[in-house]
């Protein structure tokens, strides 16, 4: 079965380029011009991913994104921005986009970054129904991981996480107790080269915060360790 793509653009040339491309590459496309159609498409037609611009009439993109994950809506998004503003990035990651390209952009390094997103969550599909492999649990505290089915429970209740903050989760319990710098987690999570730009990193870091710890300001789990990056542990007192 094909990957379906949904793309939401308001540039006809951007769609059709990118209608193209994918169709090239074997994937089936839907597409959308404004965000509010986006949005119906993203709960209706339930693609794979969704490659989402930011500037769109009658519903911005950051504005798709966030309603989409107050819906519990956890597609993959790739956000499009049309210009490199640091702001724009970091705002788009806090609403729960997982990934952002800077326009212009070659429709190749598009594909290659929804392929690489769309292999994780094959993962998820294939192991569903295979009791063995889905028992297979990291245990950190009140924190449990299972690998296979791409889920994690704190204190019990499923954690809504998007792609990339399961992710980063699941790294840093794979290396519990070792402190892994920015750059070390930009390469193994995100599998290519930001150019530096760390902050994806730290947005991200958030994001768990606020999801896994009693008090984000005093984490018990995922500790900073100055100039270097993270490390998670097992809280004291657990």
């Not at 209608?19 to 089936?28: L, P, V």
């Not at 969550?121 to 505290?141: F, L, M, S």
Request: proline content about 3%.
């Amino acid at each position: 079965m094909k990957n379906k793509v949904l793309v939401v653009d308001d540039e006809q040339s951007i769609v059709t380029l990118l209608k193209y491309n994918f169709e090239q590459a074997g994937y089936e496309v839907i597409t959308a011009m404004d965000g509010k159609e986006g949005k119906q498409l993203a709960e209706t037609e339930s693609p794979d991913i969704i490659v989402l611009d930011l500037m769109l009439p009658k519903l911005d993109g950051m504005e798709v994104c966030k309603q989409l994950r107050q819906k519990s809506i956890m597609t993959p998004i790739l956000m499009l921005t049309a210009k490199d503003d640091e702001l724009d990035k970091i705002l788009g990651l806090e609403l729960g986009a997982d990934d952002y390209m800077v326009k212009p952009f070659s429709p190749r390094e598009v594909i290659a970054r929804a392929k690489a997103i769309l292999r994780r969550t094959q993962v998820q599909t294939e192991t569903v129904g295979d009791n063995n492999k889905n028992d297979e649990k990291i245990g950190i505290g009140k924190l449990s991981i299972y690998p296979e089915k791409y889920e994690a429970y704190y204190n019990d209740h499923i954690l809504e996480l998007t792609l990339k903050e399961f992710e980063l989760l699941l790294y840093l319990a794979q290396n519990k107790g070792r402190v892994l710098t920015r750059d070390q987690l930009l390469s193994s999570v995100w599998n290519y080269d930001f150019a530096g730009d760390t902050r994806i990193v730290d947005v991200h870091i958030s994001h768990l915060r606020e999801k896994i710890e009693e008090e984000t300001k005093k984490p018990a789990y995922i500790k900073t360790i100055r100039g270097l990056g993270y490390k998670i542990e097992e809280p004291k007192g657990e």
